[in-house]
């Protein structure tokens, strides 16, 4: 990858992980505010607007990574959408915490679950948002795509079960 191109994948991602971050945090103060009204409901609605700004900041980033420089790497690709959506959840949750200490407030916790188990999860969601969203972006034949994003899917299907499941 040459020095420009790299300068693109950097930008693009950085601005990504501002944008998630942002989202996110948006998210969790509509959460705060909503808990005094919808209290069952809070921490769901939450996690429902926290995956949408997920998906959306990152296929954002990845389509502006690819249009920027179409000869960009799959692997560039994929490690660019791993990137945006692991930097802006944990520029995210440094946030909180600085906004919760500085301002005496506490945020609904949102996900169940020890730390460990939430990166897990995180990780896996940037790995398979980011292979589908490279799939989409580099693969020119309808039917060839498809067909890999159909063996993507079965196989995080699997790999869920295997993992999880069995």
Not at 123 to 144: D, E, M, Q, Y
């Amino acid at each position: 990858m040459k020095d420009k191109d790299f300068s693109i994948l950097i930008r693009a991602v950085l601005f990504g992980i501002a944008l998630t971050a942002i989202g996110l945090l948006s998210g969790l103060i509509a959460a705060h505010f909503l808990a005094k009204v919808l209290p069952d409901l809070s921490g769901k609605i939450a996690v429902g607007l926290g995956l949408f700004i997920i998906w959306l900041v990152h296929g954002s980033t990845l389509r502006s990574i690819y249009r920027l420089d179409e000869n960009s790497g799959f692997f560039w690709i994929v490690l660019g959408g791993v990137a945006t959506i692991l930097g802006g959840v944990g520029a995210a949750s440094v946030l909180r915490l600085i906004i919760e200490k500085a301002a005496d407030v506490e945020f609904p916790t949102v996900a169940a679950g020890d730390t460990e188990q939430k990166v897990l999860f995180l990780t896996g969601l940037a790995i398979f948002l980011s292979f589908f969203s490279a799939i989409n972006l580099k693969v020119k034949s309808r039917f060839l795509g498809n067909f890999l994003e159909l063996i993507l899917i079965v196989a995080t299907i699997f790999l869920i079960w295997y993992l999880v499941i069995r």
